[in-house]
């Protein structure tokens, strides 16, 4: 199963509680009260997303952390490259040259043609959707049209017909 890690769901949820107040600086003690995220995994997730860019932090009396940027600027593709590194659902989905068997194999090509359009809606989707707070892009059209098509391409089964 292709699934992302505690520590990127919790990342995100930290980052949706900067989003929600952009201008307000928070420390990690607040948001871990906040989201009931343990305070060590805060702290340690909070220097992960600073080292990728995605947040900054000033330190002092009044310090904290907000993000970096625009919630409308971070995408779910830059959160999940800060946390588990580049998306890859096979060894060759990234580069040439990690497969014993990629000379002979007929299925690689394609790992990689979904691995980019994976990649290419993650990079579709930003901050300010993934944490509702933006009502106009909330809506994510491409996945949208996607499982309208797969709907209509099922067949219809009435049970007892």
Do not use: F
């Not at 220097?47 to 002092?60: D, I, M």
Request: glycine fraction near 6%; proline fraction near 5%; charge should be positive.
């Amino acid at each position: 199963m292709v699934r992302i890690s505690r520590l990127t769901d919790y990342a995100t949820v930290l980052l949706a509680v900067l989003a929600a107040e952009p201008q307000r600086v928070q420390t990690a003690a607040a948001l871990a009260e906040q989201t009931h995220i343990g305070a060590p995994t805060v702290s340690k997730l909070l220097k992960q997303l600073q080292r990728a860019g995605l947040v900054s932090s000033t330190r002092g009396l009044h310090g904290g952390y907000q993000l970096a940027r625009p919630a409308t600027q971070i995408s779910a593709a830059a959160i999940l490259d800060a946390l588990e590194g580049p998306v890859a659902l096979t060894d060759c989905s990234v580069a040439h040259g990690q497969c014993d068997i990629e000379d002979s194999c007929r299925v690689g090509r394609v790992w990689q043609r979904l691995n980019l359009t994976i990649r290419r809606s993650l990079g579709e989707v930003n901050l300010a959707q993934l944490a509702g707070l933006d009502p106009i892009h909330t809506r994510l059209p491409v996945l949208e049209r996607d499982v309208k098509a797969a709907i209509a391409a099922a067949p219809l089964r009435i049970p007892g017909v």
